[in-house]
């Protein structure tokens, strides 16, 4: 045999190699690295679902998804501990107290445990999702659902929407003062000291990583009545979302922790877009990843894919 054939047949040989061993996930070459993996946050982080509830981690009223951003990471890095304290309405003061979560007994009920209870001197990575409930952003988001526009008599004669309406107008004072502004900036030193909680009670050389939130809402349009919100609230709420992250990513840094930015690379696929496009689901309790119920304005399965790929990036770098 000619020695260039020899070697076609050698390099062919090894080419099927990694394919009889099993093909690698993204960031599995990272996975000899972690070995205890511990996840906390609030229902973004959870990727809370009405349907299909996981309980093996946390009760059935945290609606922990079988599919949320925590569980493909673990599974991608196999690390040999995974302990998922995620859990729907959450703030950071849940990671000290416990947090009851009984919303219909025997369907979606339980306490949730003290989330930093799962944080050990053997963890030695840690992702952080707190901030929304600590703002009341999404309290703020529910109450500019606008299911019927407000009716115009005449120019400048406007009846009020019957069920709903302007919400902005109750954040933004006239002299410009905007209350949501506020409370993303009290809330700054309350997460930095958070996350400095969580790095003292982890391995000293453990990964935290704080992890923002997807661009749910855009910021320069609206798409009234597709998404039941007037544009100009929509824009606004997105707004916020920005500043919330932009706060997040300023926490991180003071406490000395790793940032994962999952909102640049989510732009564009947010509620205004169609099923299959967006990441994160509307005011209209359905969805089509997966096709069923689900939580409104909340990640459904691509949106949690998108998390866990920018989470598993990050630890690449």
């Not at 906390?40 to 990727?47: I, K, Q, R, V």
């Not at 901030?131 to 309290?139: E, T």
């Not at 997966?290 to 459904?300: E, I, M, Q």
Request: hydrophobic residues 40%; glycine residues 10%.
């Amino acid at each position: 045999m000619r020695p260039r054939r020899s070697r076609q047949l050698v390099a062919a040989a090894l080419a099927v190699v990694p394919l009889l061993l099993g093909a690698q996930p993204a960031g599995a070459d990272a996975g000899h690295r972690y070995h205890e993996y511990v996840a906390l946050g609030d229902s973004w982080s959870a990727d809370v679902t009405p349907v299909g509830i996981r309980t093996d981690q946390a009760p059935s009223g945290c609606a922990q998804s079988g599919w949320n951003y925590p569980r493909q990471v673990a599974k991608a890095l196999k690390v040999a501990v995974f302990k998922d304290a995620t859990c729907g309405a959450a703030t950071s003061a849940h990671l000290r107290a416990a947090q009851d979560v009984t919303y219909v007994p025997g369907l979606l009920d339980g306490v949730n445990k003290p989330q930093l209870e799962r944080v050990s001197k053997t963890t030695d990575l840690v992702t952080f999702g707190f901030g929304g409930n600590d703002i009341g952003l999404a309290g703020a988001a529910v109450g500019c659902v606008d299911l019927l526009p407000s009716l115009e008599l005449s120019p400048g004669l406007k009846l009020p929407a019957p069920l709903g309406g302007d919400c902005r107008s109750g954040w933004v004072k006239p002299d410009g003062t905007d209350l949501m502004s506020r409370r993303i900036a009290e809330a700054e030193p309350k997460l930095v000291r958070a996350v400095e909680d969580v790095r003292a009670a982890a391995a000293p050389d453990a990964t935290v990583l704080v992890v923002d939130y997807l661009a749910g809402v855009p910021v320069d349009h609206g798409c009234y009545p597709y998404v039941q919100a007037q544009d100009g609230d929509l824009m606004w709420l997105g707004e916020k979302l920005k500043e919330l992250n932009a706060m997040l990513e300023r926490a991180a840094k003071e406490a000395g922790a790793g940032f994962v930015d999952t909102y640049s690379g989510s732009v564009g696929h947010d509620v205004c877009q169609v099923p299959g496009t967006k990441w994160v689901e509307g005011f209209v309790p359905l969805s089509a990843e997966p096709p069923f119920l689900a939580v409104p304005l909340h990640p459904n399965r691509r949106g949690a894919g998108h998390q866990a790929a920018a989470v598993l990036n990050t630890l690449k770098k």
